[in-house]
Each structure stands twice: as structure tokens, then as C-alpha cells.
């Protein structure tokens, strides 16, 4: 059964990177046909997408945080990254990865990790 | 992009249906059948139930339907029940493998 699970620090000082794995099990991730994303949701308000990484290794960011954003694949832990720099306390949210299907471009993401609190101080 | 818009709320009484907009532009919902609508309870994960307009994943109940006409789409909750009181997001794809979410809908169940 596919599981993703979100890992890294739970708080991240103003100015500095932040930095969070997701762990994928069940599948991996240089399959073809998916592709692996990051949304993230401040408290109290709504979901953002933050970024997509495909089996392959591309990467496409939200065109608002695409100047801070860097995504990665490592296929031999199965795991796949998300770095944020120069955070503020804008960037505090619950951060969720996701597994992104594709029919014939990535649009659905039909599993997610359970979440985890990025606090920014 | 800018997020697709939905009401802040809307509230239906059990058995009844509710209707949840969802309204984008010509970049994103109007060039696409790439709609989906995800369902989150309070403290957990966005949970998958309609992807690609009006297509229901395994699993989920045949009372959600979802439809779109131009640049506006529609998730349907036909014989409302207490469990279904919860906030749902509308996300569509946008381009250049880029994805744009609504700003959500809380739905309570009278």
C-alpha cells in the first residue's frame, strides 16, 4: 500500500532554508506516470501548491515561489525534497507531499502524506 | 496564477444537495478537464473525490459528482449527510504541469 510521510524540522528561523523529505513506500518513485508534489496550507486557510517533481527529475514551482524553491528526487532512499530559502513568517504552514497522476499531464494528486508543522520564527 | 474562487460557505440540511462552485478563467478550468475536488477534515490530509471533472475514485460515495460548464466547476453532494460536514478545495491544472487550488468551502450540515 503506498504511504508518503512528511519528515524534517519542525521550526526554521527567519532568513534561513527549509528543508523537509518526503519518504515514499510502496511504489517507487522513478516510476513512470507519476509525478511527486509539495502543497502546503497556513493555518486557518486554504491549500497552495508549492511544486511538482517528476519521475525523471523535472521540476516545476509555483511561478509565486519559484525564486526560493528547490525540489529533488533521491531514488535510492525513495525519497524526494523540498527546500524553501530565505523563510519568513509567511512560509508557516502545515507542508503536505503528494503523489500526482498522470493522465497525460500531472493533475490529480490521489495520495498524501499526513502533513507536518512548519513553524517560521 | 491566481486562486480559483469558491464560496467561503454553504449549508444544506441532511438528505438535500448542495452545490460548491468553483470559478477559474481561459488558463485554467476553461482549457482543461482537469478539475478536482478534495475533501479535509479538521487536523488530517486532503482526501481525492472527484479527479478530471466527473471521475470518482474507487472508494468514494456515488452521492459526490462534479460537472463543469466554461470556466466554473461544480462538486455535487446529493443526500447530505452529517459526515460530510467539512471543508472541500477545488484544484485545477493550469499549464505547463502547474496546479492552482481554490480557497476552500466549509459545508455545514444543518
Known amino acids: 500500500q503506498l504511504q508518503l510521510q512528511e519528515s524534517g524540522p519542525g521550526l526554521v528561523k527567519t532568513s534561513e532554508t527549509l528543508s523537509l523529505t518526503c519518504s515514499v513506500s510502496?511504489?517507487?518513485?522513478?516510476?513512470?506516470?507519476?509525478?511527486w508534489g509539495w502543497i502546503r496550507q497556513p493555518p486557518g486557510r486554504g491549500l497552495e501548491w508549492i511544486g511538482s517533481?517528476?519521475?525523471?527529475?523535472?521540476?516545476y514551482y509555483n511561478p509565486s515561489l519559484k525564486s526560493r524553491v528547490m525540489m529533488s528526487l533521491d531514488t535510492s532512499k525513495n525519497h524526494f525534497s523540498l527546500k524553501l530559502s530565505s523563510a519568513t513568517a509567511a512560509d508557516t504552514a502545515v507542508y503536505y507531499c503528494a503523489r500526482l497522476t498522470v493522465a497525460v499531464v500531472p493533475a490529480t494528486c490521489d495520495y498524501w502524506g499526513q502533513g507536518t508543522l512548519v513553524t517560521v520564527s | 496564477q491566481s486562486a480559483l474562487t469558491q464560496p467561503a460557505s454553504v449549508s444544506g440540511s441532511p438528505g438535500q444537495s448542495i452545490t460548491i462552485s468553483c470559478t477559474g478563467s481561459?488558463?485554467?478550468?476553461?482549457?482543461?478537464?482537469?478539475v478536482s475536488w478534495y475533501q479535509q477534515h479538521p487536523g488530517k490530509a486532503p482526501k481525492l473525490m472527484i479527479y478530471?471533472?466527473?471521475k470518482r475514485p474507487s472508494g468514494v460515495s456515488d452521492r459526490f459528482s462534479g460537472s463543469r460548464s466554461g470556466s466554473t466547476a461544480s462538486l455535487t453532494i446529493s443526500g447530505l449527510q452529517a459526515e460530510d460536514e467539512t471543508d472541500y478545495y477545488c484544484?485545477?491544472?493550469?499549464?505547463?504541469?502547474?496546479?492552482?487550488f481554490g480557497g476552500g468551502t466549509k459545508l455545514t450540515v444543518l
Open positions: 481561459s488558463s485554467d478550468i476553461g482549457s482543461y478537464n482537469l
Open positions: 510502496g511504489v517507487s518513485i522513478s516510476s513512470s506516470g507519476y509525478y
Open positions: 478530471e471533472v466527473s
Open positions: 517533481i517528476s519521475y525523471s527529475g523535472s521540476t
Open positions: 484544484c485545477s491544472y493550469a499549464g505547463n504541469s502547474i496546479l492552482v
